[in-house]
């Protein structure tokens, strides 16, 4: 009788997986994972592969054609769409007004969203839980939504807030905040600074907990008070985590796109055009839709946000390296 006989039904249902394992095994090296480590990356790379790459190299395609997006490909511009961008002046305002809503909103978001979590990760506070779910709610919110809420309570004719203010005669006259083009930009700043901001104090908050206690423990023994506490042991601690912090700020605010549409939908005129709005309006909103045009304007655009923010980077671990060569 030979050896398969003899052996009992499980051990001869494992055995018939026996090739499999010897697959893995050969494939796994010395400590068994080099096999599985492709098999559970798969699945990413697949859907990395089908919503990121495929698209980006797709909007690199289109855009060499003078294509409405409905028939077939056929006109073939070359560079000319981007000739065409860089004349335009529409596009480089919509550039302009983008840096600036990006700059300005990181600007205000990140140091007030900082100064927020202290004080939520401070012992002496009461009531946290409730402090922490008032500021995040915002962001529970859909954009559109929040943009939409907004156009109301900003409402000249009978807005909450021009009611709440003439009612004390603190204004005699509406204030138009999205009818003007010196306003119309800053309270769309305002307004995604409200809605993003509880995102931005949990990021603050996970950077903060890192800080040993027996720090702080220490310094309060020498006399420490809270500023220099924040100064001398708070803000170099949380240097690395902090410039991460500012780089997403920096990239999520560039695609600035739901409030502008549901606040002023780029006006009044185009004194409140961002990049994001410009591509959607030239690809979809008229007739004939210039769906080349608008891959060419996101390509171009997305090269000059990976500049700008690079340099950003570049300038951030350049000032953090001369500092400790200068140990200051």
């Known amino acids: 009788m030979n050896e398969l006989s003899r052996t009992p039904p499980i051990a001869a249902r494992r055995l018939s997986f026996s090739p499999i394992r010897a697959l893995a095994a050969r494939g796994a090296g010395p400590d068994g994972r080099r096999f599985w480590i ?41 560079l000319g769409n981007y000739q065409k961008i860089v004349a335009d002046p529409i596009f480089w305002l919509a550039f302009k007004n983008t840096l600036v809503f990006a700059v300005v909103e990181t600007a205000i978001k990140l140091p007030l969203a900082l100064f927020v979590a202290i004080l939520l990760t401070r012992r002496w506070l009461l009531f946290k839980t409730f402090f922490r779910t008032v500021f995040f709610l915002p962001i529970i919110l859909p954009v559109a939504l929040a943009g939409l809420v907004f156009t109301y309570l900003l409402n000249p004719s009978n807005g909450a807030i021009d009611s709440f203010l003439a009612d004390r005669g603190w204004i005699h006259t509406p204030i138009d905040l999205l009818g003007h083009g010196n306003t119309a930009l800053i309270a769309i700043i305002l307004v995604a600074v409200w809605q993003i901001f509880g995102q931005y ?23 420490a008070n809270e500023v220099q506490k924040l100064i001398h042991i708070t803000l170099p601690l949380i240097r690395p985590v902090a410039l991460i912090i500012t780089l997403l700020a920096l990239v999520n605010a560039l695609h600035v796109f739901g409030v502008v549409v549901t ?45 700008f923010v690079t340099g950003q980077a570049v300038i951030a671990r350049g000032a953090e390296r001369m500092r400790r060569d200068y140990r200051v």
């Open 38 to 78: 492709p098999v559970f990356l798969l699945p990413f790379l697949l859907l990395y592969g089908g919503f990121t790459i495929w698209p980006l190299l797709a909007t690199a395609y289109y855009s060499l054609f003078n294509w409405d997006g409905i028939r077939p490909l056929s006109e073939f511009v070359g």
């Open 201 to 223: 104090m949990v990021y603050w908050m996970a950077a903060l907990q890192n800080v040993p206690e027996d720090v702080y423990e220490a310094a309060d023994i020498d006399g």
């Open 263 to 307: 606040l002023t939908a780029g006006g009044p005129g185009q004194a409140s055009y961002t990049v994001s709005y410009f591509i959607y309006n030239e690809a979809f909103s008229e007739a004939p839709f210039r769906y080349g045009y608008g891959s060419a304007a996101a390509l171009l655009f997305a090269v000059l946000a990976f500049v």
